[in-house]
């Protein structure tokens, strides 16, 4: 590994080694102790009680002081810690994470997105992140950081990717029933690489529908294989007879472009029966060149070709 700049890992790591150490340190101690009174103050040794001085100073003052300075020293220590992983460095790269269920979007400073966090290696990286929905919380364990994404709320982390590699982004904080599925990676790239991703185009080509899927967060409810999820499969969905409850009232409808859209813009007008009113309306959120790659998409030919899913 090169030398790099100060890291969130080494912050961290260094408060809980010392924390960890001087607890170890009190339960070897306090472990030796009661085993050398059992033995030494056995009842076989002194069937009679004696009789124990009424106090020592020396010995108060000792068991109280020591541990004040302990925990005082925990809590500087740690206060140091934290400052750091606060104090962004000034030439970090910013990014926006955006939590929604149940998935994750970065976006980046000159438009790019993408449902993966890419970062250069080296270089101290300030995630913003933001929640559309409910409570979620951004964890990247293999860099120590850890933030809740609170509604109307903007909170960041920073961290700093010392080798290249792939490592886990999970959400931490209990936000449904796919909260298990949020989860995605972070990519640490060497920079000529990592600029060279940032710079492709942004506009969705003939075959985005399935980028789009992934970045707007639908196939972490929804599948493109049959298999059944949250939501209803993606597979065989254009042309499907589809039993739905709308105001009230079942009725049955064939998935249509009129259809797919409306469920996309207000997925509480037709509820498919069977599954869960959990999805959260997309009006305002995709973009209408978007919004018409997902429609064309899901109403492809090679979809609409599939056996129809669940």
Known sequence: MTDLPFTTIEAVDAVFLYIFGIAALLLVGITATMVVFVVRYHRRRHPQPQPSPSSKLWLELVWTLIPTLIVLSMFWYSWEGYLKLIDVPPDA???????????????????????RLYVPVGRAVRV?????????????????????????????????????????????EYCGVSHSSMVTTVEALPEAQFSAWLEKSKKPSAAGGPALLSRHGCTGCHSLDGSRRVGPSFLGLFGRQTQVLSDGRERTLTANQDYVRRSILQPQADLVQGYPPVMPSYQGQIPPDELQTLVDYLCSEPLSAAPAGP
Do not use: M
């Not at 994470?97 to 000159?110: H, I, L």
């Not at 913003?128 to 409570?135: E, G, K, M, P, Q």
């Open 128 to 172: 913003a992140i933001v929640s559309r929905d409910v409570l979620h919380s951004l964890y990247i364990p293999a860099f120590r950081v850890k933030k809740d994404a609170v509604p109307g709320i903007t909170t960041y982390v920073w961290f700093r990717a010392p080798e290249v590699g792939s490592y886990d982004l999970f959400c931490a």
């Open 93 to 115: 790269l910013k990014v926006q994470a955006e939590g929604r269920k149940w998935s994750w979007n970065f976006s980046y400073e000159n438009g790019r997105s993408s449902d």
